[in-house]
């Protein structure tokens, strides 16, 4: 009802609104009655047997057949594997498909930043220069005497008189 995360692999039916309560993590599902699906929330996609999560797919019901000797896995497993993982779909959570993104996108910067760096420090024509801090850039904070205290825009003088009697 409510996952988080991991993987899941659905050889049997569906019950209404399956998935409502996803936010991490992949469905596979054979034969998918998509009406049966909260769709609001995530994605239904066609798998390619070029795909890894092809591999993965495959996987699991390998892991099935061990497991349990599944019948419907065996014959998954037994007939024409573009055929067979072209009747899954995947299920993914829209949100956690955005958040795999953005992460994705920083390794790819992280990566491309170490080649970079790599590369800079493999050559020797480079000239480094000294590194610094925003705090040496600027000038350090200092006290000030006699500060002119303001509420709003108008400066002001305390009053003496006390607020109890």
Same mark, same amino acid.
């Given at each position: 009802?409510?996952?988080?995360?991991?993987?899941?692999?659905?050889?049997?039916?569906?019950?209404?609104?399956?998935?409502?309560?996803? $936010?991490?993590?992949?469905?596979?599902?054979?034969? !998918? @009655?998509?009406?049966?699906?909260? &769709?609001? %929330? +995530?994605?239904?996609?066609?798998?390619?047997?070029?795909? $890894?999560?092809?591999?993965?797919?495959?996987?699991? !019901? @390998?892991?099935?057949?061990?497991? &349990?000797? %599944? +019948?419907?896995?065996?014959?998954?497993?037994?007939?024409?594997?573009?055929?067979?993982?072209?009747?899954?779909?995947?299920?993914?959570?829209?949100?956690?498909?955005?958040?795999?993104?953005?992460?994705?996108?920083?390794?790819?910067?992280?990566?491309?930043?170490?080649?970079?760096?790599?590369?800079?420090?493999?050559?020797?024509?480079?000239?480094?220069?000294?590194?610094?801090?925003?705090?040496?850039?600027?000038?350090?904070?200092?006290?000030?005497?006699?500060?002119?205290?303001?509420?709003?825009?108008?400066?002001?003088?305390?009053?003496?008189?006390?607020?109890?009697?």
């Amino acid at each position: 009802e409510y996952m988080t995360n991991g993987l899941v692999i659905v050889l049997g039916t569906i019950g209404e609104n399956f998935a409502a309560g996803m $936010s991490g993590g992949k469905a596979y599902v054979l034969d !998918l @009655q998509a009406s049966f699906c909260n &769709t609001q %929330s +995530i994605l239904l996609e066609s798998i390619s047997p070029r795909e $890894s999560d092809s591999t993965t797919v495959k996987e699991l !019901l @390998q892991e099935h057949v061990r497991l &349990t000797g %599944s +019948i419907k896995a065996k014959e998954l497993l037994a007939g024409d594997w573009t055929e067979s993982v072209a009747r899954f779909t995947r299920i993914f959570p829209k949100e956690y498909k955005k958040a795999l993104a953005v992460v994705d996108a920083k390794d790819t910067a992280a990566s491309e930043t170490q080649k970079v760096s790599r590369k800079i420090s493999e050559d020797r024509s480079v000239q480094h220069s000294p590194s610094w801090d925003m705090e040496d850039l600027t000038k350090k904070p200092h006290s000030v005497e006699s500060p002119v205290k303001k509420r709003g825009f108008h400066e002001y003088g305390r009053k003496s008189t006390s607020y109890r009697t």
